[in-house]
């Protein structure tokens, strides 16, 4: 019985690392001058998936649905222990809203076949929604745990897991029957570094948009073809697939299958009447906590 895990993973505009000349004259942030980077939590959420799997064996598949640069995103997964890395990528895929995000990527899963276990961080540090996991496991029609802290008790026999969830003001224990997905919250595993050994086979993994990029038009769709063999051959093939491979219907995907729509995304930018200086002293820490308690901010 081999365990099969999905990891959603998502490379995000690195929101945390704003420095000062990604900022617009009017204080906002140009967001597409912040660097990709891996969304943490999904780091986390393939780290325990990878622990699984050196416990069970088996193997983990990096699904994610983005640009074709998420491909750099996809090789750190597979520097850090997954076998399989799928691209989902598509120009109709634009403007997605959870909802269409969460479609495209339980018809990818769909796709991929068998799985035991689905994993996603609990949110993406751009959207900040936590809607994508919940979402897919709906279309999935399976149970799911979220806020996911460790993974107590898999049993493949069973096939039920046992995990430990974080709830307010403390946790709880939950046991769900297989397959089952999970969202993970920050804090619960540390991920292992890169492998130099994998890092060095995998440096040269491509996806379809990146082997295409190496073609030029002398060249025909033959050699193409036969770039695309030699990679999947190597074990070196990111897998591309765009809507017709996942056999998605185009009205559900992108801004056509998204109810929601992004208006604005603005920066809120603190101007200096907004805050205030508290010395930093019990009485001046005592004044600080009345306040929020006395505007319901805590408490
Ligand atoms: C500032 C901002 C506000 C937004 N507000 C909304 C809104 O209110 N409602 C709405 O429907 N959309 C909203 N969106 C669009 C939303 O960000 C996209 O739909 C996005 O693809 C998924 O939502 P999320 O980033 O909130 O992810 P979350 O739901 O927070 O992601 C949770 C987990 O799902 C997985 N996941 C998410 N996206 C992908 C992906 N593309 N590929 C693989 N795994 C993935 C990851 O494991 C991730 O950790 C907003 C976008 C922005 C930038």
């Not at 060249?219 to 017709?244: C, F, G, P, S």
Request: glycine share 6%.
């Amino acid at each position: 019985m081999s365990l099969h895990s999905i990891v959603l993973v998502k490379q995000v505009p690195d929101t945390s690392n704003i420095s000062g000349d990604v900022m617009r004259p009017d204080g906002t942030v140009n967001r597409a001058r912040l660097p990709a980077i891996f969304n943490p939590e999904d780091q986390e959420a393939l780290e325990l998936a990878l622990r699984l799997k050196d416990e069970h064996g088996g193997t983990v598949t990096a699904l994610t649905m983005g640009p074709p640069n998420a491909a750099n995103m996809l090789r750190d997964c597979l520097y850090m222990g997954a076998d399989r890395a799928i691209l989902v990528s598509d120009r109709r895929f634009a403007a997605a809203d959870t909802l269409a995000t969460s479609y495209a990527l339980h018809k990818a899963i769909l796709h991929i076949g068998d799985y035991d276990l689905i994993f996603g961080g609990r949110q993406a540090i751009d959207g900040d929604t936590a809607q994508v996991g919940p979402q897919t496991a709906e279309k999935m029609n399976i149970p799911q745990i979220t806020y996911t802290q460790e993974i107590l008790n898999l049993d493949l026999k069973k096939r039920t897991i046992r995990a430990r969830r974080a709830i307010k003001n403390g946790h709880e224990i939950l046991e769900a029957p297989l397959p089952v997905l999970l969202t993970v919250i920050k804090g619960s595993a540390e991920p292992r570094p890169f492998e130099v050994r994998r890092l060095c086979t995998y440096k040269r993994a491509q996806s379809k948009f990146e082997i295409e990029a190496t073609v030029d038009d002398s060249h025909d769709l033959v050699w193409m073809e036969e770039l695309m063999e030699r990679a999947k051959t190597q074990n070196l093939y990111i897998e591309t697939w765009n809507i017709e491979d996942i056999d998605a219907d185009v009205e559900m995907c992108g801004l056509a299958g998204s109810p929601t729509k992004v208006h604005k995304v603005e920066n809120v930018v603190l101007s200096g009447s907004e805050f205030k200086q508290v010395p930093a002293t019990a009485e001046g820490m005592n004044e600080m906590i009345t306040e929020l308690m006395q505007d319901h901010i805590f408490g």
